[in-house]
C-alpha cells in the first residue's frame, strides 16, 4: 500500500558537519521565528485592542481553550507514540467524536438523575473505552491508525446520535458550576484545568523512562522492539491515554456548554492542526506537550484577537490553514526539498 | 504496504491460502452479504426502482470523490481538500449561471476551479515539498474561510426557480438512453481513470512513485511533474461531483464537500483489500463505494433510525478492514 504518507518531514540523518551547523541555524531559525511570530500576535493585538493584553481576557483565552488543549494533548499522545508517518504511525481521528459521546454520555447520566459520582467515571470509562478500542484496532488486528480511528470515529459518533437524538441534552451540577465559574485572579476555573492538566501530562511525557520510551517507540519502532521495549503495550496505551483525554474534555465541554453538543464532529481538524503544530516550538522539531499548548494559546489568541478587533472569525480557518503551510514549507525547506 | 512485500505466490499451497482468499475478496463477500441480507430483511430493496436509486442518490458523488482520492493516494498521497474542489466547483457554476452566462462556460470554469484547488495542492506538494496530508489540510482550511468570505459568512446560494436553461437540471435529472446523466458521467469517469492509471506510461510512473518514491527518482523518473498531476486530476475530478451536485439540488452549500472526504478515504482504502499487494485501484475503489452505498440505503430501508446507520456503517467499515489487516499483519510477522 502506499503508506508513506508523512504527516512531519523525515529527519535528515548524518550530513557533513557544516550542514549540520547549517540546519541546527535553520532549525533555530525556524524556531525562534515561530515564537518570535507568537510574540509579534500577542504586540499586534496588545496594541491595536487595549483589553486583549490584560489578565482577565488572558485568561479567558486560556479557559476557551481548554477542550481544545485537552484534545490536542491527547493527540500529541498518540503522534508521539506512533511517529509522524500519518497512515503507519500514529493519529487518532476519533477524539472529537469521542468528546461528543463522552460529553452525552455525562449529559444523559446527570438528566437521569444520577450525580457527579456516577456520571464522572461514566464519561471517562467511556472515553477510556473507546481509547481501548481503538488499541485493540491498531496494535491487534494491525489496522493502519488512519482508518482504524477513522472507522471508529463513525462508530462514536453514531452512538452519540443513537443517544442524543442529535439533541443537546442539558445538564447542571454543583461540580459544573465550579467547572464552569471564575478562580482566583477572575480566572475561569477551565484556564485552571488546561494548565494543571499539562503540567501533569507534560511531567508524564517529557520527564519520565515512560515518556522517554514513548518517544523511542515513535521514532524507531524497529530499535525500541530490539532494545526489549514493549512496542505494542506502549503503542496501545498511547490510544488509552488518547481516549481519556477525549473523555475527559468532555467534561470540560459539558462545563463550558452547560449540556451536550452535537457539534463536536467539528473539532477534529483544529485538534489535528494543533497537535501537529505543536512541533515548531521544540528544540528538535518533535511534537512535545509543552509545544502543544502554545499551539493550542496561539490558535486561541487569533480567535480571541480577532473577535476583539471585530474581524470575522470566520478568518481563523484559513489563517491556521496558512500557518500550518508557512510552518511545513519552512520545515520542509530546511530539510532540503527532497522529501516531496 | 511496503513493509508487506508479496509473500503471496509463496503461501500458495498451505492453508492459510483460504483465509487470505476470504481476505482478498473481502469487499466483494461484504457485498454479497450485504445484498442478500438487505434483500430478505426488507421486501423494498430488490425492486429495480431501488437498486436505480442507490445508483444514482447513494453511488454517484461518492464514487467521483473516491475516484480522485484514489489517483492522490495510488501516488503514495492523500487529498483531505477534494471536499474543497467540490465546493469552488458548485461555487463557480452557481455563480456564472446565475450571472447569465451558458451553462456550457459554467461547467468549464467549475472544472477549472477544482483543477486550480488541486494546482495549490500539486504546488505545495511537489513545488515547495510539504507532505501530502499537511498540504491538503491546509488548503481545506484556507478553502473554508475563502468560501465564508466569498458567501458573507456562510450564506447558501439559492438558484431561482425560473429562469434557469434546462441544460443545467439536465447534468443532475436527465437522461441519455434511459440512463441518469449522473451515471453516464460516472461510468466513463470510471473507464478514463482506469485507463489513465493501469494503461498509460503516466499511470505506470504514478503507481511506481507510490509504491517506492525514492527507488521511482534513482530510476530517473521524473517525480515532481507526476506528483503535482495527480493532484490537478484530483481537484478536477472531484470537480465533477461538484457540477453533478449542484444540477441535482439547485444550491450552493459552502462547505458541503467535506462531508464526503472521510468517507472517500475509507472506499479507497477498503479498495485496496481486492489488489493482491494491497494497492489502490480504481475497481477497488469502485466496490468500496458500492459496499458503502448499499449499506447506506439498506440500513434506511430496515426502518433503523437515521443515527444507527452510522454506527452500522461504521462497523461494517471497520470489519472489513480489520479483517483484511489481520491477514496481512499475520502474513508479515
Known amino acids: 500500500m502506499s503508506s508513506d504518507i508523512d504527516t512531519l518531514p523525515a529527519y535528515g540523518s548524518g550530513g557533513d558537519t557544516t550542514k549540520g551547523i547549517g540546519r541546527w541555524l535553520a532549525g533555530f531559525a525556524l524556531r525562534g521565528g515561530s515564537l518570535l511570530a507568537f510574540a509579534a500576535v500577542l504586540t499586534f493585538f496588545s496594541v491595536s485592542a487595549p483589553f486583549f493584553f490584560t489578565l482577565g481576557n488572558i485568561g479567558n483565552v486560556l479557559g476557551q481553550s481548554a477542550i481544545l488543549g485537552v484534545l490536542a494533548i491527547g493527540l500529541t499522545i498518540v503522534i508521539i507514540g506512533g511517529g509522524s508517518n500519518v497512515v503507519k504511525g500514529g493519529i487518532d481521528l476519533s477524539l472529537a467524536a469521542n468528546l461528543g459521546l463522552s460529553a452525552a454520555v455525562y449529559a444523559t447520566l446527570i438528566s437521569a438523575g444520577y450525580g457527579d459520582s456516577v456520571a464522572i467515571p461514566g464519561a471517562l470509562a467511556t472515553g477510556v473505552l473507546i481509547g481501548i478500542v481503538n488499541a485493540i484496532a491498531v496494535v491487534v488486528f494491525g489496522i493502519v491508525p488512519l482508518l482504524a480511528t477513522l472507522a471508529v470515529m463513525n462508530v462514536v459518533a453514531g452512538l452519540e446520535l443513537v443517544l442524543t437524538q442529535n439533541t443537546v441534552v442539558s445538564a447542571s451540577t454543583d461540580f459544573l458550576s465550579v467547572l464552569s465559574s471564575y478562580g482566583p485572579f477572575d480566572i475561569p476555573v477551565l484556564a485552571y484545568v488546561l494548565v494543571i492538566f499539562t503540567v501533569l501530562a507534560g511531567a508524564v511525557v517529557q520527564f519520565t523512562p515512560l515518556g522517554l520510551r514513548l518517544y523511542a517507540v515513535g521514532e524507531f519502532p524497529e530499535a ?43 473539532m477534529l481538524l483544529p485538534v489535528v492542526v494543533t497537535a501537529l503544530l505543536s512541533v515548531v516550538f521544540s528544540r528538535r522539531l518533535v511534537p512535545t ?46 530539510h532540503g526539498k527532497g522529501a516531496v | 504496504m511496503s513493509t508487506v512485500a508479496n509473500p503471496a505466490i509463496k503461501d500458495r499451497f498451505t492453508p492459510k491460502s483460504f483465509g487470505e482468499g476470504v481476505v482478498r475478496y473481502a469487499v466483494i463477500i461484504a457485498l454479497a452479504g450485504v445484498f442478500a441480507f438487505f434483500s430478505f430483511a426488507t421486501s423494498t430493496f430488490l425492486t429495480s426502482a431501488n437498486l436505480a436509486s442507490i445508483l444514482v442518490n447513494n453511488f454517484t458523488l461518492l464514487a467521483i470523490i473516491a475516484v480522485a482520492m484514489t489517483f492522490a493516494v495510488s501516488a503514495g498521497g492523500i487529498d483531505l481538500s477534494v471536499g474543497t474542489a467540490v465546493d469552488f466547483a458548485s461555487f463557480a457554476f452557481v455563480s456564472l449561471v446565475l450571472s447569465g452566462h451558458s451553462v456550457g462556460l459554467a461547467v468549464i470554469a467549475a472544472l477549472a476551479s477544482g483543477a486550480i484547488v488541486g494546482l495549490v495542492n500539486a504546488l505545495l506538494i511537489a513545488g515547495v515539498g510539504i507532505t501530502p496530508f499537511l498540504a491538503t489540510l491546509g488548503t481545506l482550511f484556507i478553502g473554508r474561510s475563502a468560501q465564508q468570505l466569498l458567501t458573507n459568512g456562510g450564506n447558501p446560494v439559492y438558484l431561482p426557480q425560473t429562469g434557469i436553461p434546462p441544460l443545467f437540471g439536465f447534468i443532475g435529472h436527465g437522461h441519455i438512453l434511459g440512463i441518469p446523466v449522473p451515471l453516464v458521467i460516472v461510468g466513463l469517469l470510471i473507464i478514463a481513470a482506469s485507463t489513465l492509471l493501469f494503461s498509460t506510461r503516466f499511470g505506470r510512473v504514478v503507481l511506481a512513485i507510490g509504491v517506492q518514491q525514492s527507488v521511482a527518482r534513482y530510476s530517473g523518473l521524473r517525480i515532481s511533474g507526476h506528483i503535482g498531476l495527480v493532484y490537478v486530476i484530483s481537484g478536477f475530478v472531484a470537480a465533477l461531483a461538484g457540477i453533478i451536485l449542484t444540477s441535482t439540488v439547485s444550491v450552493y452549500i459552502p462547505n458541503s464537500g467535506n462531508a464526503f472526504m472521510l468517507n472517500a478515504i475509507g472506499a479507497t482504502f477498503i479498495g485496496t483489500t481486492l489488489s493482491r499487494e494491497g494497492r489502490p485501484n480504481v475497481p477497488g475503489t469502485v466496490l468500496g463505494v458500492l459496499l458503502l452505498s448499499i449499506v447506506a440505503n439498506g440500513l434506511l430501508l430496515t426502518g433503523l433510525s437515521f443515527y444507527w446507520q452510522q454506527v452500522g456503517t461504521g462497523l461494517l467499515i471497520f470489519i472489513v478492514l480489520a479483517a483484511s489487516f489481520l491477514n496481512r499483519s499475520s502474513r508479515s510477522d
Do not use: D, K, M
Not at chain 1, 530490539?226 to 473523555?247: D, F, N, Q
Open chain 1, 224 to 266: 525500541a522492539r530490539a532494545a526489549g521495549l514493549p512496542v505494542r503495550r506502549i503503542v496501545a496505551g498511547s490510544y488509552i491515554a488518547s481516549g481519556l483525554c477525549g473523555g475527559l474534555a468532555g467534561i470540560l465541554s459539558v462545563a463550558y456548554l452547560s449540556g451536550s453538543t452535537t457539534g463536536a464532529g467539528e
Open chain 1, 289 to 334: 506537550i509543552g509545544g502543544t499548548l502554545l499551539s493550542t494559546l496561539l490558535v486561541g489568541f487569533l480567535t480571541n484577537g480577532f473577535q476583539l478587533l471585530n474581524i470575522s472569525s470566520t478568518l481563523v480557518s484559513g489563517i491556521q490553514g496558512v500557518l500550518i503551510l508557512l510552518v511545513v514549507a519552512a520545515t520542509s525547506l530546511q
